[in-house]
């Protein structure tokens, strides 16, 4: 795995599970509804920062944050948690008009396990300034910039969560500042994943599911996409974008399209229990590393089939893979 490098994923997220312990409810004086007790709190950075956690965790020398947060608590422990698995949290911009975007998942425990209640979740629905578009794109620029030659940035990658236009990092300018940015620094692999709008990056590397990249093709694509489909879907992005294109077709891998030729890399077996969430994160880290590492588009999917193949049987977390977990899932897989 790449050593000095430096990626800067550009969006943050938090997730916080609080639990409840029903044995200790009380009832609200004010209202007499149940006051639930919350006896445990775990929080990680999500989205983004579950790609940045699991960089850390393939061994990535330097990792910068690029992004909008609130000045609020959220805001705080989500810089803790980055800096604690070594991120250079100096790129991230702090706005008091701001939230710090978050996922409350309030857990109640019983008997046959954690129940998850009515998520809660804290967005921003304004949208981002002209003037904070030019902070954040400064921001990314200076890490470009030639003086940085002793210690070159590898890779950007782009992680696009929020569903409302305009309103978070990913604008329509920032896109278009990034496919600037990919044109005139070909040797920095760019990166995008976006949950509504990966359709809509150029010059760049994306990495739709098969359900996105019909999507981005055409809105009215309705029902499941078939793995031929999902091929034709990958090679017209692909021709459109002007760059490889990673199509993840669950437990059929990962289709790594150009605009004339597709390398299916199949998954690796699941067994016992599994939890997906986060799976495409370190699907995506897997992929920046070994691309960064020198590896062919089939050679990096394959690498990060490998990280999910680990990360999903880790449970109820949004799990890491080292480099000696996948050293490990490899060697089993081989004499199977």
Same mark, same amino acid.
């Given at each position: 795995?790449?050593?000095?490098?430096?990626?800067?994923?550009?969006?943050?997220?938090?997730?916080?599970?609080?639990?409840?312990?029903?044995?200790?409810?009380?009832?609200?004086?004010?209202?007499?509804? =149940?006051?639930? %007790?919350?006896?445990?709190?775990?929080?990680?950075?999500?989205?983004?920062?579950?790609?940045?956690?699991?960089?850390?965790? /393939?061994?990535?020398?330097?990792?910068?944050?690029?992004?909008?947060?609130?000045?609020?608590?959220?805001?705080?422990?989500?810089?803790?948690?980055?800096?604690?698995?070594?991120?250079?949290?100096?790129? /991230?911009?702090?706005?008091?008009?701001?939230?710090?975007? =978050?996922?409350?998942?309030?857990?109640?425990?019983?008997?046959?396990?954690?129940?998850?209640?009515?998520?809660?979740?804290?967005?921003?629905?304004?949208?981002?300034?002209?003037?904070?578009?030019? %902070?954040?794109?400064?921001?990314?620029?200076?890490? /470009?910039?030639?003086?940085?030659?002793?210690?070159?940035?590898? #890779? +950007?990658?782009?992680?696009?969560?929020?569903?409302?236009?305009?309103?978070?990092?990913?604008?329509?300018?920032? %896109?278009?500042?990034?496919?600037?940015?990919?044109?005139?620094?070909?040797?920095? !692999?760019?990166?995008?994943?976006?949950?509504?709008?990966?359709?809509?990056?150029?010059?760049?590397?994306?990495?739709?599911?098969?359900?996105? #990249?019909?999507?981005? +093709?055409?809105?009215?694509? $309705?029902?499941?996409?078939?793995?031929?489909?999902?091929?034709?879907?990958?090679?017209?992005?692909?021709?459109?974008?002007?760059?490889?294109?990673?199509? !993840?077709?669950?437990?059929?891998?990962?289709?790594?399209?150009?605009? =004339?030729?597709?390398?299916? @890399?199949?998954?690796?077996? #699941?067994?016992?229990?599994?939890?997906? @969430?986060?799976?495409?994160?370190?699907?995506?880290?897997?992929?920046?590393?070994?691309?960064? $590492?020198?590896?062919?588009?089939?050679? #990096?999917?394959?690498?990060?089939?490998?990280?999910?193949?680990?990360? +999903?049987?880790? /449970?109820?977390?949004?799990?890491?893979?080292?480099?000696?977990?996948?050293?490990?899932?490899?060697?089993?897989?081989? =004499?199977?």
């Amino acid at each position: 795995m790449p050593g000095p490098d430096q990626i800067s994923p550009t969006q943050r997220w938090r997730q916080q599970w609080p639990h409840a312990d029903p044995s200790l409810d009380e009832p609200s004086i004010e209202t007499g509804l =149940t006051a639930r %007790q919350v006896v445990e709190i775990r929080k990680i950075p999500g989205a983004a920062g579950t790609v940045t956690n699991n960089l850390a965790a /393939l061994g990535v020398g330097r990792i910068d944050a690029v992004g909008l947060i609130g000045e609020d608590g959220q805001g705080y422990e989500l810089m803790q948690g980055l800096s604690q698995t070594g991120v250079d949290v100096s790129g /991230l911009i702090q706005l008091k008009d701001r939230f710090t975007p =978050t996922y409350i998942k309030p857990m109640v425990r019983a008997a046959s396990g954690e129940v998850e209640l009515e998520r809660i979740d804290i967005k921003n629905r304004a949208v981002t300034s002209k003037e904070v578009e030019h %902070q954040l794109a400064d921001a990314l620029w200076s890490r /470009l910039h030639p003086n940085m030659a002793h210690d070159p940035v590898n #890779a +950007i990658i782009i992680a696009d969560q929020v569903s409302e236009r305009n309103c978070g990092v990913i604008t329509d300018h920032m %896109q278009a500042v990034l496919g600037d940015m990919a044109t005139k620094q070909p040797q920095v !692999t760019f990166f995008a994943d976006s949950r509504l709008r990966i359709g809509e990056f150029s010059s760049v590397i994306i990495k739709p599911n098969k359900f996105e #990249a019909a999507n981005a +093709i055409s809105n009215s694509h $309705a029902g499941d996409v078939s793995l031929d489909q999902a091929m034709a879907f990958g090679r017209v992005l692909a021709a459109r974008n002007g760059k490889t294109v990673f199509v !993840t077709v669950g437990e059929d891998g990962i289709l790594a399209c150009t605009p =004339t030729t597709v390398s299916h @890399v199949p998954t690796f077996p #699941a067994e016992g229990p599994v939890d997906i @969430v986060g799976a495409g994160d370190s699907t995506t880290a897997g992929i920046v590393c070994a691309l960064c $590492a020198g590896a062919s588009p089939a050679e #990096a999917a394959f690498i990060g089939n490998l990280c999910a193949a680990v990360t +999903i049987h880790k /449970l109820g977390t949004t799990g890491t893979a080292t480099p000696l977990e996948l050293r490990s899932k490899l060697a089993a897989h081989l =004499t199977v």
